[in-house]
């Protein structure tokens, strides 16, 4: 494991602790947490175990920014809100030359690139998880090198490296879209371990989603 990956986990440790401490979390956070690790763990490749843990802590973080959401909302004047919706709308029809090129490079379906932006980042190219995945469909710097992506920040780079990855996720489980969308939040390894969807709650909600959106 590189350094970077055990002060990744260090820091998975010390949110995890933050978010068990609210006492309606402290099951579903602490389960979370196991699970996850343990299979993380287990991954085939170190390029594979820096994306997963990337997934892993983004999700703790989320989980534990979810806590404070409410007093976060109550600070923005409705003016606000809007000018927010307003620009997120924008952003969606700005990427879809991007996603068209991917799709035809890649022969992937357009729809289901956007919805793994949708929920990877909300179609923010500034997105930024604090275990370092960032952009547009969230990649780890070391899974966006081995994609040949320069700077994870450029919507076009992002759009085209998680697309080059996820056909290969679905080249890799025979075209399975549940598959692919499991390797591409957990990593192979998990889903070779487990023959499928690995029993984490994390991924299992993220495949539901995912594949809800793509296929509504």
């Given at each position: 494991m590189k350094i970077q990956d055990f002060r990744t986990l260090m820091d998975l440790q010390a949110i995890q602790q933050f978010s068990t401490g609210n006492i309606t979390n402290t099951t579903s956070s602490r389960s979370m947490f196991q699970e996850m690790l343990t299979g993380i763990m287990s991954s085939d490749t170190l390029e594979n175990t820096s994306?997963?843990?990337?997934?892993l802590l983004s999700t703790v973080e989320t989980e534990a920014q979810s806590?404070?959401?409410?007093?976060a909302l109550t600070s923005l004047?409705?003016?606000?809100a809007a000018v927010t919706t307003k620009q997120t709308s924008e952003t969606v029809t700005n990427?879809?030359?991007m996603i068209s090129e991917a799709a035809t490079l890649y022969n992937l379906p357009e729809k289901l690139i956007k919805s793994v932006i949708k929920q990877e980042s909300n179609f923010n190219p500034s997105a930024k998880?604090?275990?370092g995945a960032a952009g547009l469909m969230q990649l780890m710097p070391a899974t966006a090198r081995s994609l040949g992506v320069d700077d994870v920040t450029d919507p076009k780079q992002n759009i085209m490296g998680g697309s080059k990855y996820l056909s290969q996720m679905l080249s890799r489980?025979?075209?399975?879209?549940?598959?692919?969308?499991?390797a591409y939040n957990a990593g192979p390894g998990n889903v070779d371990k487990y023959n499928g969807i690995p029993p984490f709650s994390e991924t299992q909600n993220y495949v539901q989603k995912v594949f809800k959106n793509y296929m509504g």
């Open positions: 994306q997963s843990l990337g997934s806590m404070l959401q409410p007093n004047n409705p003016s606000t990427f879809d030359d998880s604090y275990a489980y025979n075209g399975d879209v549940e598959m692919a969308l499991a």
